[in-house]
């Protein structure tokens, strides 16, 4: 069965940094695009930052451009977010899944339990 397990949650002060990761099992990892998505308190969660099936090209949500960045490990079936100059509006639950196309930011797979991330001073 398909298991997405986010770790690298914590809490942070403003402009600090953090490394998330998503293992992943149960499919073909590199016959998939994956992607990010974020959850803020009381909101919807929605599409962050998406990366090809190579790792090669990736893309982002306004709201992230220049400060996250999205990766890949193949071999280790791992998606990766790092994330900069965090802002307190950053705060929230952060999800993995796979996409089935660059041109869809869609989900495919049941959503894993999500790794929490909390901006304050």
């Known amino acids: 069965q398909v298991q997405l397990v986010e770790s690298g949650g914590d809490l942070v002060q403003p402009g600090g940094s953090l490394r998330l990761a998503c293992v992943a099992s149960g499919f073909n990892f590199d016959d998939w695009a994956m992607s990010w998505y974020y959850q803020a308190p009381g909101k919807e969660r929605r599409w962050i930052a998406g990366?090809?099936?190579?790792?090669?090209?990736?893309r982002y949500a306004q709201s992230v451009e220049g400060r996250f960045t999205i990766s890949r490990d193949n071999a280790k079936f791992t998606l990766y977010l790092e994330m900069n100059s965090l802002k307190p509006e950053d705060t929230g639950v952060y999800y993995c899944n796979a996409n089935e196309g660059w041109t869809t930011d869609v989900p495919r797979f049941s959503w894993g339990q999500g790794t929490r991330v909390t901006v304050s001073s």
């Open positions: 990366i090809t099936m190579s790792g090669w090209r990736t």
